[in-house]
Each structure stands twice: as C-alpha cells, then as structure tokens.
C-alpha cells in the first residue's frame, strides 16, 4: 500500500525519503512492513504524496483501533461520488419499508430477514460516506 501510493505519487523511494525526512533504507523497510510506520510519517506520507486517504487506509489495515471503524474503497473521488449517490437512491427505496417495519414499535418474525437488509444497505450507505470523507479530506 504505501509503495504503490509512493509510484502513485511518481516519487522514487530517494525523492520519497528525502521529502518526508527519512532515510531510504527506513522508507523501504516501511513499505516492505519490516517496521511500524509511525502515525507523523504517516500524516507526512499522505501529505507528500498527496494521498490523505492514506491515513485511513493505515489505521484501517495495521492500527487495531482503526480496524473497528468502517473501511474505505479504493476508488477515486468521482466514482466515490457516484456510488454514494446511488446507494442513497437504493436505500431511499427501502426507507418505506422500513417505515412499515417500525410502525408497530418492533421488528416481528416475519420482518426479520427484511429489517437485515435495509441494515445491511445501510451499512453500504455508510461506507460510500466514509471512502467520500476518506477521498476528500483536506490535510
């Protein structure tokens, strides 16, 4: 991940180590997982590289407390948007039923595999929010 998101940026490992103030060997051993990046040079990374994506996508593969969080996709702003928007239609859809659902204060025997996927589309929804927020953060 941190490789590909140097070559994205079409930094050497060289240029890379000189910009973020680090030495070369450090770097690689860094992208090569021999060593546990530290959370600034990630920050200084996502910066450099002009990815601030890549904080989340960090906390998310290596950070135990970032594995609790919602992941995000790895896409590109306008597809990020585009999902996003489709995914609130669908479950715009799925609001009515689950207005049904809810009108009797509780989920009977025979709504149950219905409620579990309107919970899971919002799941969706929720992730396209985060990988949006993710693509779109402003360091």
């Not at 948007?81 to 479950?91: A, D, F, K, M």
Request: glycine letters at 8%; hydrophobic letters at 35%; aromatic letters at 6%.
């Amino acid at each position: 991940m941190l490789k590909t998101a140097r070559e994205a940026a079409g930094l050497s490992q060289e240029e890379a180590s000189w910009r973020l103030h680090i030495g070369r060997r450090t770097l690689s051993d860094y992208e090569n997982g021999k060593s546990l990046v530290p959370p600034d040079v990630i920050d200084k990374m996502a910066e450099v590289y002009g990815q601030p994506a890549l904080r989340q996508r960090y906390c998310f593969g290596y950070c135990p407390l970032g594995k609790i969080h919602d992941q995000i996709e790895e896409t590109d702003f306008s597809t990020a948007v585009l999902g996003l928007i489709n995914e609130h239609n669908h479950l715009g859809e799925l609001l009515k039923q689950l207005i049904a659902i809810a009108a009797d204060g509780r989920i009977g025997d025979d709504e149950i595999d219905q409620y579990r996927i309107i919970d899971r589309e919002m799941r969706h929804l929720k992730q396209k929010i985060t990988t949006l927020q993710a693509l779109s953060a402003v360091s």
